[in-house]
């Protein structure tokens, strides 16, 4: 069973700085694409930064220049560094990762379950 942990949201001050990490666990084989994801209060889940399995990036123009997103494919971890951190970047963030199992022949969307940043004014 494939499970992904997602650590590192808090509270912070506009400006300020947080680094998310999520780790995948379990029966994987391998990992594709992997991503975060926001959610805030009567939005909808948007992308907000996702790279490939070569490290390729994309990035929500809204947190371009200011989000960084990397992973370590030894330790099947992704990040995202956020700096400069804005109150509308206030949501909860989930990780995503697309990952084929040992007992599977494709690749499956796998989430963690979210954990919650709030920037202040």
């Known amino acids: 069973q494939v499970q992904l942990v997602e650590s590192g949201g808090g509270l912070v001050q506009a400006g300020g700085s947080l680094r998310l990490s999520c780790a995948v666990s379990?029966?994987?084989?391998?990992?594709?694409?992997m991503g975060w994801y926001r959610q805030a209060p009567g939005k909808q889940r948007e992308l907000v930064a996702g790279i490939s399995s070569g490290g390729s990036t994309n990035y929500v123009d809204s947190v371009k220049g200011r989000f960084t997103i990397s992973r370590d494919n030894a330790e099947n971890t992704v990040y995202l560094q956020m700096n400069s951190l804005k109150p509308k970047d206030t949501a909860v963030y989930y990780c995503n990762a697309e990952v084929r199992d040992y007992g599977g022949a494709y690749y499956s969307d796998y989430w963690g379950q979210g954990t919650q940043v709030t920037v202040s004014s």
């Open positions: 379990g029966s994987t084989r391998s990992i594709n694409a």
